[in-house]
């Protein structure tokens, strides 16, 4: 070997050096984001076709996990979610220190940190996909933030019910009402109730109001956040007793009550309250005009009587 070798070998072995040093020097880090479907699993959820379908009023949760994946400690890893204030939750998910950061991130997938954490899913997000996108990066290194993205399908709730009539349950009796209202865990309602009354109708298009089952003595009430309800009947239908039981039930998805509600038929014709307020008022009105009538009779007797 001449000095010449000698020195072109040198300068090849600092170069080798130089630029292993250099390798070494390379901070990284990577994030990965899942999300938990309806059966527990953790799903990367990163295409539209992998999303979960998660129902408004849902508790969803997520799964972030942070890797060093240079071979230096990191230090101060701030991690964000473009949807969910991390900084704020209380208490902070285990492996975040105040300000949403991993104080201390060794090299290597076995130093990996995972973070999870849960939102509740509002009646705002239903109807479509969600999208949150999480980001780690280190606060005073000069390292590329990695992110990325977990999506689920919002969808809303349905809740069906049929009313039939106790002696013969094939037989779907129409024009009950009903209210429906969400309650908490301690049977409080959340909001306020809603009126339902029969639609019956041709085609589904046709029903305007909150049952949507064209269906007579079937009903569905579709956009429900998911949660406890209770339904009560407020009128029986034409001829049958009103069941004013409250019923309570979990709806969650495309929800049903597993029996038909019945109606016992009326032994007396119950004109006024089951037959229409319509009738009602016409029977107190055409009383008031009798009274009217007495009263003038009466009026006209005692000036008659007067007169005479
Ligand atoms: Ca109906």
């Known amino acids: 070997m001449n000095v010449a070798e000698a020195r072109a070998e040198r300068t ?3 170069m080798r050096t130089s630029s292993r ?3 070494a020097a390379v901070n990284s880090v990577a ?7 309806s059966d527990g699993q953790w799903r990367d959820a990163q295409n539209v076709d992998d999303y979960p379908t998660r129902y408004a009023g849902d508790t969803v949760r997520y799964r972030l996990v942070v890797t060093n994946t240079g071979d230096q400690t990191l230090t101060n890893v701030r991690v964000t979610d473009d949807r969910v204030e991390l900084a704020a939750l209380q208490p902070l998910p285990d492996g975040l220190a105040a300000g949403a950061v991993i104080p201390e991130l060794l090299p290597g997938e076995d130093n990996a940190v995972t973070i999870e954490y849960s939102i509740v899913l509002g009646d705002e997000a239903a109807g479509g996909p969600l999208i949150n996108n999480a980001c780690a990066v280190p606060a005073d290194t000069d390292v590329d933030e990695s992110c990325d993205p977990a999506g689920i399908m919002v969808k809303t709730s349905t809740l069906s019910w049929e009313k039939v009539n106790a002696g013969d349950t094939a037989e779907h009796l ?4 009903w209210s429906l ?3 908490d865990a301690q049977g409080s309602p959340i909001g306020s109730a809603i009126a339902v009354t029969d639609c019956v109708a041709s085609a589904a298009a046709e029903c305007r109001g909150t049952d949507v089952n064209p269906e007579a003595g079937e009903f569905t009430v579709s956009g429900l956040t ?7 009947e407020t009128r029986a239908p034409a001829g049958y007793v009103i069941d004013d039981t409250p019923r309570q039930i979990t709806v969650r998805g495309d929800t049903a009550f597993e029996l038909p509600i019945e109606n016992v038929q009326s032994e007396v014709p ?13 029977f107190v009105a055409a009383g008031a005009a009798g009274l009217g009538v007495a009263l003038l009779l009466w009026v006209q007797r005692r000036r008659s009587r007067v007169a005479g």
Do not use: M, W
């Open 31 to 37: 994030l990965k984001k899942y999300v938990q479907d």
């Open 174 to 177: 129409a024009g009950s009402e």
């Open 21 to 23: 040093f250099e390798i």
């Open 181 to 183: 209202v969400r309650v």
């Open 270 to 282: 119950q004109l006024p309250l089951t037959g229409g307020t319509g009738t009602f008022e016409i």
């Open 226 to 232: 998911a949660g406890d309800y209770v339904l009560t």
């Open 12 to 14: 090849k072995l600092s």
